[in-house]
């Protein structure tokens, strides 16, 4: 399975950002798709998860904020990111998982800065 995504940038404190990340190759058709995000001296952290199902998680910090969606046809996942603020910045990994294998997209940048 191979992962790309899109969609990171600079943005303002308050402002918005769309990511998408689209998977590839043997696809499962019952899987997991999420994003994770890690910034700098710090972990990897969730940020959230959704099934092929539609349910969805979120971490606490973007909860409210954030809103993750995909596109089963296109095997597509998106994080729609709202009211950022500079503590989101970081880069942010797609994931894909299915039957107990998790495979990671190369990362896109997000930085929240005036």
């Known amino acids: 399975v191979q992962l790309q995504a899109s969609g990171g940038g600079l943005v303002q404190p308050g402002g918005s950002l769309r990511l998408s990340c689209a998977a590839s190759?043997?696809?499962?058709?019952?899987?997991?798709m999420g994003w994770y995000r890690q910034a700098p001296g710090k972990q990897r952290e969730l940020v959230a998860t959704i099934g092929s199902g539609g349910s969805t998680n979120y971490a606490d910090s973007v909860k409210g904020r954030f809103v993750i969606s995909r596109d089963n046809a296109k095997n597509t996942v998106y994080l729609q990111m709202n009211s950022l603020k500079p503590e989101d910045t970081a880069v942010y990994y797609c994931?894909?998982?299915?039957?107990?294998?998790?495979?990671w997209g190369q990362g896109t940048q997000v930085t929240v800065s005036s």
């Open positions: 994931l894909y998982s299915d039957r107990g294998s998790d495979y």
């Open positions: 190759g043997r696809i499962f058709s019952i899987n997991g």
